[in-house]
């Protein structure tokens, strides 16, 4: 496939826990990439309303504070404010990648959700597992919604975050023969004793992902604004485990390469870069880990993609039914049998 096209990825803060405000910024956003020609714009983790970085600074008690303000303004599928989303990206004529607190009734989901060009809603993902501090906050999700889609701009794929450490799930959507794939980051601003959550190790492994999978990442993050800042800090034992800024947005080509000047951390912008899926057979022809350089005689992966409910209704037979009528309870120390 020749096919070329304009990506585009968001570094920028959202209006922090305030829905309708973020989805505003948003349009504005995608209205600018839009000009731009871009065909796929792709925002980060939990942007919709923001990321719930208040697990990172105090304990689960004192947050609680947050959770009724940040539940309300978390994301519900077919809402008005879902439904903007998917209008910005039939009238703008382009994909877009949303990252969301997802709200399901009484649980929060760490989602991803793919809009195709024409409004349409090509996939709903929700994070398999949420990093940490994240799981007071969101619950799991499970293999029905993990694939890759073939769309008019080639096949597309969503991960968050950490996912992108967990080396089977990856080794899963590289099976699936994705070409463009989303890594949706939060913001690289807090813990900054913690060489793992910084923004060096975490860019590296998208950059790895398209080393490894020969395809095109793109990989936008938040920032911390001071908006944001100002809400979240109430101590200086806190001021020392966050900062304003965080932002290292990027897109890397299948061979790993970094496509884009990066932004400084503290600003906010939306980086451009361009796609040509027949560069992928380059990449390909070197290394392909699920065709020529696989070896499933030695290590396979095993997959389930069913839907993992807690609650499974069954009926009875109406025969069955019937003939329950008469039968007599029990007695203690008989079988009943």
């Not at 096209?5 to 990439?33: G, H, Y």
């Not at 077919?78 to 399901?104: V, W, Y």
């Not at 793992?196 to 975490?202: E, F």
Request: aromatic share 10%; glycine share 8%.
């Amino acid at each position: 496939m020749s096919t070329k096209f304009k990506a585009a990825v968001v570094q920028a803060a959202p209006i922090f826990m305030d829905l309708d405000a973020s989805i505003d910024k948003a349009i504005t956003i995608i209205e600018r990439a839009a000009r731009e020609n871009a065909k796929l714009i792709a925002f980060s983790e939990a942007w919709f309303p923001g990321y719930p970085w208040w697990i990172w600074l105090s304990p689960t008690a004192h947050n609680v504070k947050y959770f009724q303000q940040y539940h309300e303004n978390s994301l519900v599928v077919g809402s008005p404010q879902f439904e903007r989303l998917a209008k910005a990206a039939k009238d703008n004529n382009i994909f877009i990648s949303a990252g969301a607190s997802e709200r399901d009734h009484g649980s929060l989901y760490l989602a991803q959700f793919l809009f195709s060009d024409q409004g349409e809603l090509i996939q709903g993902r929700r994070k398999l597992k949420p990093t940490h501090q994240e799981r007071t906050v969101y619950g799991d999700g499970d293999g029905s919604d993990f694939g890759v889609f073939d769309t008019d701009i080639g096949r597309i794929g969503q991960l968050c975050c950490w996912e992108h450490l967990q080396p089977l799930s990856k080794y899963a959507m590289f099976s699936m023969h994705e070409q463009v794939h989303i890594a949706a980051w939060p913001s690289f601003s807090t813990y900054p004793q913690a060489f793992s959550l910084g923004a060096t190790a975490n860019m590296a492994a998208s950059q790895v992902y398209a080393l490894e999978g020969q395809c095109y990442v793109l990989a936008p993050t938040a920032t911390v604004s001071q908006e944001m800042y100002d809400i979240l800090v109430e101590n200086e034992a806190q001021a020392e485990l966050i900062s304003v800024g965080g932002g290292y947005a990027q897109i890397f080509g299948p061979d790993g390469s970094p496509l884009c000047e990066q932004i400084p951390e503290k600003e906010e912008g939306i980086l451009f870069a361009e796609i040509d899926l027949g560069a992928i057979a380059v990449a390909k022809s070197f290394a392909d880990p699920v065709g020529h350089y696989s070896r499933p005689d030695v290590t396979r992966l095993l997959l389930n993609r069913s839907v993992q409910r807690p609650v499974e209704e069954v009926s009875l037979p109406s025969d069955d039914i019937e003939g329950s009528e008469g039968i007599e309870p029990s007695v203690e120390g008989e079988s009943g049998l």
